[in-house]
């Protein structure tokens, strides 16, 4: 079930957050209930590309944020 980002979220994306004791970027997948770390990144755009495959491998829709953010990274590259 896809949910709204939370209004503290600063990473605009769900499942990556930033990890201010180690600097780096984390990123967690939620499934029926129970959190899943998946490790640090250095870079925001790791971690939101990571976040999509971790996605793909679980079989969520297509229609996630991250895949969302991803697009829009990708396409502020070109």
């Known amino acids: 079930m896809n949910r709204r980002r939370q209004r503290n979220n600063k990473t605009t ?32 755009d ?10 793909e491998q679980v079989g969520w829709p297509e229609d996630t944020q991250a895949r969302y953010r991803l697009k829009l990274m990708e396409q502020s590259y070109e």
């Open 13 to 44: 994306c769900n499942g990556v957050s930033f990890h201010s004791t180690k600097g780096l970027f984390q990123v967690i997948i939620s499934i029926d209930g129970k959190n899943y770390h998946h490790g640090y990144f250095e870079t925001f």
């Open 46 to 55: 790791e971690a939101v590309r990571h976040r999509v495959k971790v996605e």
